[in-house]
């Protein structure tokens, strides 16, 4: 999948991610670009948010073997308002963009961020 696309502007961030976990997508992409530490768990998800996912080859030989399944995900959209920049603080951001998705899925998220990391590294100067 593409990676998720963060636009700023000066009064929002509108984030789009096409990708079977999108929210995890944008999530590592906003960790990777702002050095956050964020810990994400995928909501639990009901039969219409997986797709059966075997090989066609696999099941005519193997009618009644395993099958292999995977989220269905798909395209999120959030516009998330800010101040004219970019925040540095992630609770500035992570709460509008989580709820804005679990009001798209049928599970729920909640975010686990590691406040007590300090810059790109998550290393603090002790």
């Not at 998330?80 to 970019?86: E, K, L, Q, T």
């Amino acid at each position: 999948m593409s990676e998720p696309k963060i636009k700023e502007t000066d009064s929002s961030l509108e984030i789009t991610a096409n990708d079977p976990r999108p929210l995890e997508s944008i999530l590592d992409a906003l960790a990777r670009q702002h050095g956050w530490h964020i810990n994400y768990e995928d909501p639990r998800y009901g039969k219409v948010d997986i797709l059966d996912d075997t090989a066609p080859s696999w099941l005519k030989e193997h009618p009644n073997g395993p099958r292999a399944y995977m989220v269905a995900g798909g395209a999120f959209y959030a516009k998330i308002p800010v101040d004219g920049y970019f925040p540095d603080d992630p609770m500035q951001v992570l709460p509008a963009l989580i709820e804005a998705y679990n009001r798209s899925v049928s599970g729920t998220v909640r975010p686990d961020i590691d406040e007590c990391a300090e810059g790109p590294s998550g290393l603090g100067d002790s």
